[in-house]
């Protein structure tokens, strides 16, 4: 399968994040793309650059005055004497409005992000259309007769919805894959996200939706981010009532677990009988992975591959998270190395 890939992405670093407490370098880094790039190569994928995508394709899941925001805030941060990454100091929460976007810069980046772990730095939004971009070229070359594509994407994107930011996410790359090709010849788009973390922002886009299929295997929000959204009870609602499946895990799953509950999402996905499947390929799941809590092994992704691969759906996988650690890139080329 073919890889697509844009160095733009190395443009977003240098932020920090609030962990525990402490503001610590972020943990979603340049070196991560770079261990999986290196894995892809040294396994003779072909790496292509992405298409030169309108950047209105974006209005198609995103909400046009969050759009500007991304693109403009770190230009209002510096206006104001600021430099460094930004990071929010308040939220509309519970009491509070959420009719009304300040207009300082201040208030307006906690009125469009929903946590304080996202920073955005004077290159995050060339990064993040440069991601998107990736997304919808491997849709493309899907929609076009590839049976399947890979888009190296980073930042990752299934925790950004039509109007916010958060969780390492801008733009949400996933969301795009799906829109791009249920614009060109897919009646239905089933979207299986299996990072460890619940993809609360794809879900949101699709909520109301029964032309896409959201189906998430996660850690349980009771301890996990994004703590707020992820259970089982989410089923959709209007028109998209029963098209969301949320299978949260307990913290420490291990394949043997892990893998019923793919079948069941697999089962799902069966049912819907989609024309593409959109894989949110988290490897955030990896045992060894410093901010999450599963416990699968270098082996089990080829399995997971597998799995995904038998379901014979044309299929765009999408980078999601996994961190830190060189053991992502082989996990990357284990999942990629089981389609034919
Ligand atoms: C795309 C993606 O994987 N985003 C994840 C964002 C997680 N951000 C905050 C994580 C809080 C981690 N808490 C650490 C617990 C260590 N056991
Ligand atoms: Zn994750």
Redesign the pocket.
Known sequence: MRVIYSPLHARHDGGVEL??GALVPSFESPARALYILDALQQGGFDVLPPRDMPESRLLDVHDADFVEFLRSAYRRWTAGGRDGSMLPSGFPARGLRRDHVPSGIHGALGYYTF?A?TPVVAGTWEAALAAARCAMTAAALVAEGDSAAYALCRP?G??AGRGFFG???YLNNAALAAQQLRDHGCARVAVLDV???HGNGTQEIFWERDDVLFVSLHATPESE?PYFLGYADERGAGRGEGHTLNLPLPLGTRWREYRAALDMALEAIGRYAPDALVVSL?V?TFEADP?S?FKLTGPDYAQLGTCLAAARLPTVLVQ??GYAIAEIGANVARVLGAFP
């Open positions: 962990h525990r946590d772990s990752p299934h925790h969780g390492y996410c990072d460890y973390h981010y988290g955030d901010i809590g999601e998270g």
